[in-house]
């Protein structure tokens, strides 16, 4: 016989009148609710193991000599050993900071598992509660947050971490307004997460503020105050700031290293690395996607007032620019950032603005997410030799995090032989004496210093590289000057960031360093300073000039005399420049240098920097050129006197659209006595 239409196609059940579920043979009715809540329950529980999977480090990483590994461990070490942000560190990241790079230490493994686990957690929260309140089916609903946690997983290394916080942020945000805040033990349970993340990491403090600004404005649209949500970061942080070791009063330096490392970065860090082209297109559709978002949240609702309407869309577009800002100023890999959350908050505030039932809204969302996928295209796209690959290795990663975690948990981890293999190398690869004393290492490289265990005790800004405005590097050349300067230090100059003259990078440290040490030794690629008896160090004018930018300048002849030359280079930048500068960025200064054995070099310039001034000649380009000038002999029968210099803009850009077309050089020279 043929079936009844809308009958169940089981011969094992069949759905009542009363809308249960009777199974044959039993005579008792199941509930379709009670089926209906079973399956949310299980896709939360599913949710909960991936996001497990896919954001707690369960293998971290452990040590190699690079620079970005060597600033992980030494964060890791400022938190085991107390170290006091705000004053003896000032970096992008806060006591909390190992969180970021997830490396193995074991004074923080717990912290990290632990801290990692909570945030997996509730963002499958987060994501289930959104999707709870908008979509029917639980199969959707898991179907739509596993591919948010996957977007976000697909950032690859530490950049993966900006990624989750953004979206993290974002999805708290959808979640409160569907929610009203409640149960309000959630909010403020996620306000105490946003503490802990504004000590990790200086980005993620404005994030939070700008969640937190977002909360209070919704409180007072419905009259309720919003100083318990106040209350509780504040608190949070406190507790947090005091729980890592740190002093009450260190919180003000705290704040000001990170508004001074904010201020510099975009002047230091503008650049783009990869096709210019393709870099125009992915920063063209976050553009078109980005503002295409913000017109679906401004319209989503009809009849709604406009002052909460604009509120709702300045928010959006604050938070995407903030994202802008942190994926294309540095334009190489950061891209990876933007591109791969603005995808993943489109998909987060889906299903508020499908919810409308309004046309134009939905349409403006499903622009939007096209806009964002045809931006993450551009992005792999951009990044073929390595994205690509990355995509296709992302069943492997599960794989191995699963299995990891399995080991963690069951004790069998292997990351402390790792670790101690990994130190082992950078021993063997970087041989050095014995060493009493407290050391420090320039330009970066903290991992050679903690794999031989030396009691290192690093200035403020502990990688030369970020110390990109004068108050910066003041910081640091102060610390050589005080009573905490280390009784050692390792030299090397090197390439940190990207072409940057070495000379430029910690520059007024160079004067300390050779005032205040002597060289004891060459020690593989390091050269061994150890403190000595203070000379003095005067830098004494030697004219000033102003020249056009690609016009070659012509230095003094300073005959067969082993001078060292010091420059002063002031860019005033233009009503353009300052606002591209806000908006975007802007190309870095250049120096094209001519010495005396005809050679010609190009490096990039930090604007502000170069303002307080660089050793200009002779040309330091390796750790030989700086032990002959440690030594007495100068640029003396090296060809490596300046004869000449020259100033452009970076990637070929007019420099006179964001740079007054003159600039100005005072010339010193440098006398040690």
């Known amino acids: ?249 260190d919180i003000y330096g705290f704040v000001r290293g990170g508004y001074l490392i904010a201020a510099g970065y975009n002047e230091a860090m503008s650049r783009i690395k990869g096709d210019p082209v393709g870099c125009l297109l992915e920063v063209l559709l976050y553009g078109a996607g980005a503002a295409l978002l913000v017109a679906a949240i401004a319209v989503r609702r009809e009849g709604e007032r406009r002052t909460a309407a604009a509120a709702k869309a300045a928010l959006a577009g604050a938070l995407l620019f903030m994202v802008f800002k942190i994926g294309f100023v540095s334009h190489n890999t950061h891209g990876i950032i933007a591109t791969f959350s603005l995808l993943a908050m489109a998909l987060v505030i889906a299903p508020a603005l499908w919810s409308s039932g309004r046309r134009l809204t939905r349409g403006l969302l499903i622009a939007a997410i096209v806009a964002s996928v045809g931006c993450v295209a551009a992005d792999v796209s951009l990044r073929k030799d390595s994205m690509p690959t990355e995509v296709r290795n992302t069943p492997r990663k599960l794989a191995t995090s699963a299995g990891a975690a399995l080991e963690m948990i069951s004790g069998r ?143 003094p002849d300073t005959g067969a005399a082993p001078v060292l030359s010091w420059a002063k280079v002031r860019f005033a930048p233009t009503a353009l420049g300052r606002a591209m500068k806000l908006l975007y960025r802007v190309p870095v200064p250049t120096i094209t240098v001519r010495t005396a054995d005809g050679r010609e070099g190009t490096w990039r310039l930090v604007a502000a920097t170069a303002g307080s001034g660089f050793l200009l000649s002779p040309l330091v380009t390796d750790a030989e050129g700086f032990a002959a000038i440690a030594g007495g002999r100068g640029a003396q029968g090296t060809g490596a006197t300046v004869t000449a210099i020259r100033f452009a803009a970076d990637g070929g850009a007019d420099a006179t659209t964001y740079y007054e077309d003159r600039v100005t050089i005072e010339l010193f020279d440098v006398a040690i006595e």
């Open 413 to 555: 981890s292997d990351a402390g032989e790792r670790l101690e293999q990994a130190c082992a190398m950078i021993r063997r690869d970087n041989p050095l004496p014995a060493i009493k004393g407290t050391v420090d290492i320039y330009p970066h490289n903290q991992a050679v210093v903690l794999a031989w265990g030396l009691r290192y005790e690093p200035r403020p800004v502990f990688q030369s590289y970020s110390a990109y405005l004068p108050a910066l590097a003041e910081m640091n050349a102060a610390h050589l000057r005080s009573d905490d300067a280390p009784e050692t230090i390792l030299f090397n100059v090197v390439d940190q960031k990207g072409g940057f003259l070495p000379a430029i990078e910690d520059g007024l440290s160079w004067l300390e360093i050779l005032g205040r040490y002597r060289l004891r030794s060459r020690e593989g690629s390091y050269l061994l300073f150890e403190r000595s008896e203070p000379r003095r160090v005067t830098l004494v004018p030697k004219g000033a000039m102003t020249a056009a930018f690609g016009e070659w300048i012509s230095l």
């Open 1 to 249: 016989m043929g079936q009844t239409p809308g009958a169940p196609h089981s011969s094992d059940s069949a759905v009542g009148d009363g809308g249960c579920v009777s199974c044959v043979g039993s005579g008792k009715a199941v509930p379709t609710s009670a089926i209906r809540s079973t399956s949310w329950w299980l896709a939360l529980a599913a949710l909960v193991l991936a996001a497990l999977v896919m954001f707690v480090p369960w293998r971290p990483v452990v040590s190699v000599d690079t620079l970005d590994a060597s600033w992980a461990m030494g964060l890791n070490d400022a938190f085991a050993t107390g170290k006091r942000f705000g004053q003896t560190i000032v970096f992008t990241m806060g006591p909390y900071g190992f969180l970021y790079p997830q490396f193995y230490h074991p004074a923080t493994i717990v912290l990290l598992i632990a801290s990692w686990v909570t945030y997996a957690v509730a963002m499958a929260l987060l994501l289930w509660a959104i999707a709870r309140r908008y979509v029917r089916s639980p199969a959707v609903a898991a179907a739509w947050a596993a591919a948010i946690m996957l977007v976000v997983q697909l950032v690859p290394g530490f950049l993966g971490v900006d990624a989750f916080m953004i979206v993290f942020a974002a999805a708290f945000l959808v979640w409160y307004r569907a929610s009203e805040g409640r149960p309000r033990w959630a909010a403020h349970a996620v306000v105490a997460m946003f503490a802990l993340a504004s000590l990790v990491k200086h980005t993620f403090a404005a994030l939070a503020v700008l969640a937190l600004v977002a909360v209070a404005l919704q409180c007072i649209g419905r009259r309720r105050s919003p100083l318990p949500f106040a209350a509780t970061y504040a608190g949070t942080l406190v507790v947090l700031w005091l729980g890592a070791g740190q002093r009450l009063q």
